[in-house]
């Protein structure tokens, strides 16, 4: 059973960096969604991609984030001149469109730290 | 999406039920109730969904009440390992769309 997986699991980092992260969807999943979770709260939506088409950006993603799903499998979120309230986990989850009831399949994330 | 109200925390014995109650009083007729949980440090697990019916899955039960204005997600055995924050999400069926998490409830399992 291959899940979503996202790589690195664990990044640390200095402030002014810049990192990416990578998520690999499962198998034939045309939706994939990238959410933020910091310590003590529920994840937050970033972002999403049908296919290789970004159709909606939360107001979260400050233009210092970017995201790509170039051939519409996996995906990249990039982290430009990171600040220490990046600091967190980046999940990313994929899911099979495929009308009511469709369902999100999260990875187990990546956890950044900023210096 | 509709917002919902759970409980902060629960305390569960090992071996008994855990009964996990949300309230989602402003759901519409076309939005699902979906629960994850999240063990420590882990990606969120999908647990079951359901729109109107009771639904039962290897994991668990969901009860949907029949105003669908709040719903229990039951754990019939509960061991140590679901010892984990529980999350009821109500969302939009048929289009893609976020899942909006809230704080959750923190289930605690013990011996």
């Known amino acids: 059973d291959t899940g979503v997986s996202q790589n690195p699991r664990h990044k640390i980092t200095k402030r002014g960096q810049n990192v990416t992260f990578r998520c690999d969807p499962i198998?034939?999943?045309?939706?994939l969604y990238w959410y933020r979770q910091t310590l003590g709260q529920g994840p937050e939506f970033l972002t999403y991609f049908q296919n290789e088409a970004q159709l909606e950006k939360s107001r979260l993603l400050s233009d210092r984030f970017s995201a790509e799903r170039p051939k519409g499998s996996f995906s990249t979120l990039e982290i430009q001149r990171t600040e220490q309230g990046d600091s967190a986990m980046y999940l990313c989850a994929s899911s099979l469109a495929q009308g009511a009831g469709e369902t999100q399949y999260f990875g187990p994330g990546t956890r950044l730290l900023v210096l | 999406d509709a917002k919902t109200t759970q409980p902060t925390s629960m305390d569960c014995a090992e071996g008994r039920a855990a009964n996990l109650p949300c309230n989602h009083s402003?759901?519409?007729?076309?939005?699902?109730v979906y629960w994850y949980r999240q063990i420590h440090s882990q990606g969120p697990q999908y647990i079951i969904h359901?729109?109107?019916n009771n639904e039962t899955n290897e994991m668990a039960s969901l009860i949907i009440t029949e105003d669908r204005k709040s719903s229990t997600l039951i754990l019939p055995h509960a061991t140590l390992r679901d010892t984990a924050v529980y999350y009821c999400?109500?969302?939009?069926?048929?289009?893609?769309?976020?899942?909006?998490f809230g704080t959750g409830t923190r289930l605690q399992v013990t011996l």
């Open positions: 198998s034939e999943h045309n939706r």
């Open positions: 359901g729109l109107k």
């Open positions: 999400i109500v969302r939009v069926g048929g289009t893609a769309s976020k899942l909006t």
């Open positions: 402003t759901i519409s007729g076309n939005e699902y």
